[in-house]
């Protein structure tokens, strides 16, 4: 797997791909299909509470580890992806 940063793109190692939550992709607006994706995208949503939460401890986790990546790279120094951001 790799993690898509505003500082480049990183593998996420073994050990943290298997803590991330399940969720599927967000719906790419410029894709032919999607409002039937949105619409997907958002039943699967709402289908239970767990999925909100997953979805917003994938959405969080994404967030620190661009912020970590940023640093990283203003600092010179290799980034490499954690669980930081996760719980």
């Given at each position: 797997?790799?993690?898509?940063?505003?500082?480049?793109?990183?593998?996420?190692?073994?050990?943290?791909a298997?803590?991330?939550?399940?969720?599927?992709?967000?719906?790419?607006?410029?894709?032919?299909?999607?409002?039937q994706?949105?619409?997907?995208?958002?039943?699967?949503?709402?289908?239970?509470?767990?999925?909100?939460?997953?979805?917003?401890?994938?959405?969080?986790?994404?967030?620190?580890?661009?912020?970590?990546?940023?640093?990283?790279?203003?600092?010179g120094?290799?980034?490499v992806?954690?669980?930081?951001?996760?719980?």
């Amino acid at each position: 797997m790799i993690l898509t940063t505003s500082s480049g793109d990183f593998p996420i190692p073994s050990d943290v791909a298997s803590r991330l939550p399940q969720v599927p992709p967000v719906p790419d607006p410029t894709a032919p299909q999607y409002k039937q994706a949105k619409r997907a995208f958002t039943d699967w949503l709402d289908a239970a509470p767990q999925h909100a939460i997953d979805f917003e401890r994938l959405r969080r986790w994404h967030l620190v580890q661009n912020d970590l990546a940023a640093a990283a790279r203003a600092e010179g120094r290799a980034f490499v992806v954690t669980e930081d951001g996760l719980d």
